[in-house]
Each structure stands twice: as C-alpha cells, then as structure tokens.
C-alpha cells in the first residue's frame, strides 16, 4: 500500500519514505554502481586492521530509551539542528545569520562531495552513504556572524535498531564565525560531513560522541581550508559498540591554520578507531593534531594521524602528538603518527607513547592521603585535558 503524505513523503507497507531530489537521485544511482566495486571493512584495509568490522552487522541494540538518555537532554545551547527519521528540526533561536536547508530541499550548489584519496580502501562505506542517504541539511553561515558567541548544536537523534545514512554540507562564508557542538548518543549512524571553511573565517566545532552500549557510528569529516581560515576541533568519544571516525584536511590556500583535540575512553568492549589525515597542497599552512586516548577491559583503540606536504607547500608546520594509557592487561591500543614531506622548507614532528599510569606519581599521590581510586583518576583527568584544545 503506497500513499502520499506531502510532497517529500510517502507511505509504503505502513512505512514512511523520504523523497529527495531528483539531481540527488542521480547521485545515489552513481554510488549504487560504484559499490560494486568497493569492498566491505575487513582487516587487511589498514584504517580497520585493529578492528571487528563484522560489528556493523550485529543485531543487538540499546536504545536511549533503555538507557535513560536523550540526545536534547545534554544541551543548553541556544539553537539546535535536530536530525530525525521525519528529516530536520530547528529549536530555539535561528540567527539570521544561519542558514538551514532539509536535504530533501538541498539545490545542487549545496552539496560538496566527499574527496575520497584518504580513503582508498574506504571507499565502500563512502559510497553506501551516497547511495543510502535519507537524512542531513545544509547548513550556511554568513559574514554577519562574526563576532557572535552563539553556541550552535547539531544533534543526531536516532535511537532505533536501524542504520541511519546521514550527509550534512556546512559552509561558513569569509569572515564568518561559527560556534557548532555536535551531540551523538545512540543509534547505528553512517555520516558524511563536508566543510567549505572560507577566507578568515573562525570555526570552533565539538564534537561529543558518548555512545550508549550498543551503538554505533561510521563518520567521515572532510574540511577544506581556505585563506587565513582557522579551525579549531574538539572530539569526546566513549562507549558504544564500535566508533569508527575518518577525518581528512584539505588546505586549498596559504595561511590557514587547523588544530584539533581527540580524547578518545574506550572501556569494557568497545573498540575507536580515531583517524586524521592532513594534506598541505600548498604552502605556509599549520596544523596540529592532539590524541589522548584510554583503554580499558578488553577495549580497543586505533589511532592514526598522517600529513602529506606536497611538493612546493614550503613554509608547512605539522606537529602530531599521539598518546595513550592501558588501564588493564587486556586492552590494546594501536598507536601510529605518519609524515609524508615532498619538499625542504618544513617544520614536521611526531611522537607516540603507549604506556600506563605512573607509579610513583600514584605513590606520591596516596603518601598526600589520596586514595588509589581517586589518585588514579586526578592523573587521567590531568592527562586528557592536554587534548582540550577548545
């Protein structure tokens, strides 16, 4: 039984389906061809080597329901993109500043597609969003905000036991300034994002993934940088069943400056896969990549920060700091920093340490009358905060 809701849903079998555009359509055909060329996750793709990519087909799910959480529950911002199965919800205040738009009303000028060359062997799960997706917006910032100090959250509300394929296309125009917290809680969330960050513009964006135990989340992030833009990331993982998060920056002018923050708490069997990969196409640009991750019971954590300076791209800072604590003799973290340097007139570092809480530090704690569990938790908390970068 099929009927017609309004002009962007219809009902078929007693379900509700989503009606997107048709130039979208068009590029949902082209992924469904290009997958037949694509692989699924397995182990011997690099990005998944230390992972259970056969996770993503488990059948068991927490709700938040279960749980007791809800995605609006946890902000206080003062606007929220909410995205649902029903499509897009605004809450609070829109500046006139921001610009919204529902995929299924996207125009073709608002789509950036995803610059797959990070993600070779990736590509599959790329290209099932493509062919898949029902959920996302567009999201446009003007010059008029600069100066603003709006806190702009996007919240991903799913909680059902099905996969959700989300894209959302952000565009902060010259000069612009953006405020924008990103809230997942529960769910199974395939999501593509593309940022076009403009000339000078300022973006701020954390992102806070605390999963419930049975969720999960697949999510690529392409930024492009252009002149003198500045970009600063914040990412809080923990728990669910299995996060995998692939980011990749693309500077595409001089001048413009990235940095980005990840503490990454896998615990019990959850397994984080936290990846970044840096391009330096052209010169006198900086970035700098922060990882502070904890694993614990049987959890797993994969880290991996690459930059590529490409031949010409003189006057390129990149630095990579990549650390990590085992808080049990089960956990494993996988710990790799990577530079590619094509030309002389760079300043590249790296560094990566796997290790454990410090004994004498826990010594002298306790010898101020601290006890172990909380001694042990001061160092964590002291050690995380060197990744809060915003």
Request: aromatic share 6%; charged share 20%.
């Amino acid at each position: 039984m099929v009927g017609l809701i309004n002009d962007w849903q219809v009902v078929i079998d007693g379900q509700r389906h989503r009606i997107l555009p048709d130039w979208l359509q068009q590029q949902k055909a082209k992924a469904w061809v290009a997958l037949e060329n694509h692989q699924s996750p397995n182990r011997k793709m690099e990005s998944w080597r230390y992972t259970d990519a056969s996770l993503l087909l488990s059948e068991r799910l927490a709700t938040r329901e279960q749980n007791g959480i809800s995605g609006t529950q946890t902000t206080d911002a003062d606007c929220c993109i909410v995205l649902t199965n029903e499509g897009v919800e605004v809450v609070g205040n829109q500046p006139d500043w921001l610009n919204i738009t529902d995929i299924q009303s996207m125009s073709p000028s608002q789509y950036q597609p995803i610059d797959v060359r990070s993600l070779p062997q990736e590509q599959g799960l790329v290209a099932l969003n493509q062919a898949l997706v029902t959920c996302g917006c567009a999201i446009e910032v003007s010059s008029e905000s600069q100066g603003t100090d709006l806190m702009i959250d996007l919240i991903y509300d799913f909680s059902d036991n099905n996969w959700q394929f989300v894209q959302n296309h952000i565009k902060v125009a010259k000069h612009g300034q953006l405020k924008l917290r990103e809230i997942v809680v529960g769910g199974r969330i395939n999501s593509c994002q593309s940022w076009l960050v403009g000339q000078q513009a300022d973006v701020v964006k954390i992102a806070c993934s605390k999963l419930v135990a049975d969720a999960m989340l697949v999510m690529y992030n392409q930024y492009q940088l252009q002149e003198r833009a500045q970009m600063r990331c914040m990412h809080q993982r923990s728990g669910g069943m299995l996060q995998h998060h692939n980011q990749q920056v693309i500077f595409i002018a001089e001048y413009a400056n990235y940095l980005s923050g990840s503490i990454n708490k896998s615990l019990e069997n959850s397994q984080i896969n936290d990846i970044i990969n840096v391009f330096h196409d052209v010169k006198n640009n900086e970035s700098k990549v922060i990882h502070r991750s904890i694993a614990d019971d049987h959890a797993r954590v994969f880290n991996n920060a690459k930059a590529i300076i490409a031949q010409g791209a003189d006057g390129s800072l990149v630095a990579q700091d990549l650390k990590n604590i085992l808080l049990s003799d089960d956990a494993k973290i996988f710990s790799k920093p990577e530079l590619e340097v094509y030309t002389d007139e760079v300043v590249a570092a790296h560094g990566s340490t796997i290790g454990s809480l410090d004994e004498q530090s826990l010594f002298y704690l306790q010898s101020r009358g601290i006890p172990m569990k909380e001694a042990r938790e001061i160092m964590i908390e002291s050690f995380i905060a060197e990744a809060e970068v915003c």
